[in-house]
């Protein structure tokens, strides 16, 4: 199986970004659409095998065999030119202008902008597609969150809430067909308790190892160690809409009153290091600019007292208890946080963890009024997946976003070379440093494991292990366990990495990412390609694609799915949250009701 070191990736990212730089997201006002039929969207995911034990529970939910919900459109449909979007781009702050079916195979994208990473973001598990008439007739919520009908190596079988989840083997995948008939999703949020699950062989594999059982996995010859990359960001953000931290002074406070050291020191596994920047450094200009700021209790307490807090204040710290790459024990990091804001500068902070679904809503929308511990990993290897997204104008999670950080971004996205571009991020990265939206604390290091005997075994660096590639032994299942249950199915409006693992089983984009790595590959689509200035990107759609449940994929499908996710006026833009950040950061939402 093929291991990445980082100096191996980051030598490909190079190569990425020069081909694939991203542009910038944003929200818009009142815009009239320019047509309004329905439209699907692409989902792309390598195969895996799957291959788990019986569920536990009696299933909550579950699949049956349904009728093709929909047929290729006829000629007259096609003559009409089906599309959905804006008449022009004034006014406009996003990317995507128009989505249009050029003829039942073949779809076009109309940007706003010049968008090079364009190949390597509809890659991402969150434009996946699903059929038309299914977008429709769940009216983008209900079913369609808890059943998806994909084209992909696996199908769901059924839901098990609070146990499983099962997937079986499409046997009429167009693809390489999954390496084992039954694939199983379970969950389990402490770390000790999965590598017990693998010791005892209920599990093939297992996610984010606690840092102290590293060395436990290597010395067992039972069991395989294999280490992710660390493109990831742990960071405790700050919302300034809310007191004391619509005071930059506070926020610098907060960000050189913090050990960061002693938390990677220890907490974190061998391979993570102090964030010295938000993106880390194997994405090119990711680490250009200013290094963060020092530990320094005196200049922070100092800032404190400037800013009219000389005896500290009152907050909260609020975590979801999920072990991520990025934060793999986030309830003892919060303690010591904790410990770190009384000793240092007085603060008093209680402790308060919510439900992961609960907890990313509200810090998404910048509901939370004290400090939050959160992260990210990279979706696509580009640094405007890391910065667009959270300091885009788009995202209101630190509050109201800063002009001098999202200017700059519009600006450094539009560019492919990232010589070229360097300057901006320079400035860019000096005004995420200056402003203090949140204080990036570590890039970390994680460990997945398997048993042995587990063929092709991954530890992907974009953490979208792709189960249909992997065989487990002569087992008929191969079970999978990760931190937590996936919130929904959904995925064109989820964030969270074990909805969007669970999702990459199932649906498929147009193009998708090489299994165990970052390069972008065509997936529903044979090719997508560009005119010249980059602004118009035309797929030529895969011939003889069905369904799940048995209808053709076509165009119309990909035009539900994504006018399903960009287009705000839309009936089928609900979902689970109805945020669907992908969609709003990576390339703006349309028809947004002024406010």
């Known amino acids: 199986m093929k291991q990445f070191r980082l100096f191996t990736l980051a030598a490909i990212l190079i ?8 542009c910038p997201s944003g929200q818009t006002g009142d815009q009239a659409p320019a047509t309004t039929e329905a439209v699907a969207e692409p989902t792309a995911a390598p195969e895996q095998p799957t291959v788990a034990p019986e569920p536990t529970a009696a299933p909550e939910a579950t699949v049956a065999e349904a009728e093709p919900t929909e047929a290729p459109m006829d000629d007259a449909a096609m003559a009409e030119g089906m599309s959905f979007g804006l008449e022009s781009c004034d006014g406009f702050d996003g990317i995507v202008q128009k989505v249009v079916a050029v003829d039942d195979m073949t779809v076009e994208f109309d940007l706003c902008k010049p968008d090079p990473a364009f190949l390597s973001k509809v890659a991402f598990s969150a434009f996946g597609i699903q059929p038309s008439e299914w977008i429709e007739s769940t ?18 079988d059924s839901w098990n809430r609070g146990d499983s989840i099962v997937f079986k083997k499409n046997a009429d995948y167009w693809g390489e067909p999954a390496m084992t008939d039954t694939l199983v999703f379970r969950w389990l949020t402490e770390g000790a308790g999965r590598l017990l699950e693998l010791q005892s062989g209920t599990v093939d594999g297992i996610d984010n190892l606690s840092p102290d059982d590293f060395a436990t996995v290597e010395a067992d010859s039972n069991l395989q160690l294999l280490e992710r990359p660390a493109l990831n960001v742990f960071y405790v953000g700050m919302t300034d809409t809310f007191a004391p931290w619509d005071n930059v002074q506070v926020r610098q406070a907060i960000a050189k009153g913090i050990d960061r050291q002693r938390i990677v020191d220890t907490f974190y596994p061998a391979g993570s290091e102090v964030a010295t920047h938000f993106t880390p450094c194997a994405i090119p200009n990711g680490c250009v600019g200013d290094d963060w700021y020092d530990f320094n209790v005196e200049e922070a307490k100092a800032l404190l007292a400037d800013a009219g807090f000389p005896d500290g204040f009152s907050t909260k710290i609020y975590y979801r208890d999920v072990a991520r ?6 309830s003892l990091v919060a303690q010591d946080i904790q410990a770190q804001l009384k000793e240092n500068l007085n603060i008093d902070a209680s402790i308060e963890v919510m439900e992961s679904g609960a907890f990313i809503a509200a810090s998404s929308a910048g509901d939370l009024d004290g ?8 979706d696509y290897p580009h640094i405007t997946n890391f910065l667009d997204y959270h300091f885009g104008r788009a995202n209101v999670q630190f509050g109201d976003p800063h002009p001098e950080i999202y200017d700059l971004l519009e600006k450094g996205g ?3 070379d990232p010589a070229e571009s360097e300057a901006i991020y320079v400035d860019a990265n000096n005004a995420i440093r200056e402003l203090v939206p949140m204080v990036p604390i570590a890039h970390g290091g994680s460990g997945l494991a398997y048993l042995a005997d587990v063929e092709g075994a991954q530890a992907s660096p974009l953490g979208n292990e792709y189960m249909a590639a992997m065989k487990p032994g002569d087992r008929a299942q191969f079970v999978w366990m990760q931190n937590a249950e996936p919130i929904s199915l959904y995925c064109g409006d989820e964030t969270d990495g074990e909805s969007l693992r669970a999702c990459e089983q199932v649906t498929e984009s147009l193009y998708a990412y090489e299994i165990n790595g970052t390069a972008a590959q065509p997936a529903l689509a044979t090719s997508c390609d560009p005119n010249e200035d980059l602004t118009v990107w035309t797929c030529k759609l895969r011939e003889g694609v069905t369904f799940h449940d048995g209808s053709a994929f076509d165009a119309k499908d990909v035009l539900a799915s994504w006018q399903a996710g960009l287009d705000a006026s839309s009936p089928t833009h609900v979902g689970n949250t109805g945020a669907f950040e992908y969609f709003s950061t990576l390339w703006g939402l349309m028809n947004v009701p002024a406010q």
């Open 15 to 22: 190569v990425a970004a020069m081909v694939l730089a991203a």
């Open 139 to 156: 009216g983008g919520t209900g079913d369609l969150l808890d059943h998806p009908i994909g084209t992909g190596a696996y199908m769901l």
């Open 325 to 330: 790459s990025y934060l793999p024990d986030p």
């Open 371 to 378: 400090l939050y511990l959160l992260g990210w990993g990279a």
């Open 414 to 416: 539009q560019i492919a």
